[in-house]
């Protein structure tokens, strides 16, 4: 587990593993922002699937390893992977 101090709040990185999402929620429930990241999910950078307007990126058709799965920000999921 990693930690980044922030201002309000830490920045909290856990593995996702069955026993990293119950992790996860005991964290956002004591008041932390938290980001689950899958560390061993291979994908395809794709600026179609890109959620900004911009699709300028020197990575299209990558093959990258590390997925954001979750983030919780101030208890509430703000976003959370479309599985695919």
């Not at 593995?15 to 689950?36: F, I, K, P």
């Not at 999910?41 to 058709?61: L, Y």
Request: hydrophobic share 45%; net charge positive; charged share 25%.
């Amino acid at each position: 587990m990693q930690t980044a101090n922030r201002s309000h709040h830490d920045v909290v990185v856990v593995g996702a593993r069955v026993a990293g999402s119950a992790t996860a929620m005991l964290l956002a429930r004591l008041g932390h922002d938290v980001v689950v990241v899958d560390q061993q999910e291979s994908w395809e950078v794709d600026p179609m699937k890109f959620r900004s307007r911009s699709r300028n990126t020197p990575f299209a058709g990558w093959k990258v390893k590390g997925r954001v799965i979750l983030t919780l920000v101030d208890g509430r999921v703000v976003y959370e992977a479309v599985s695919a």
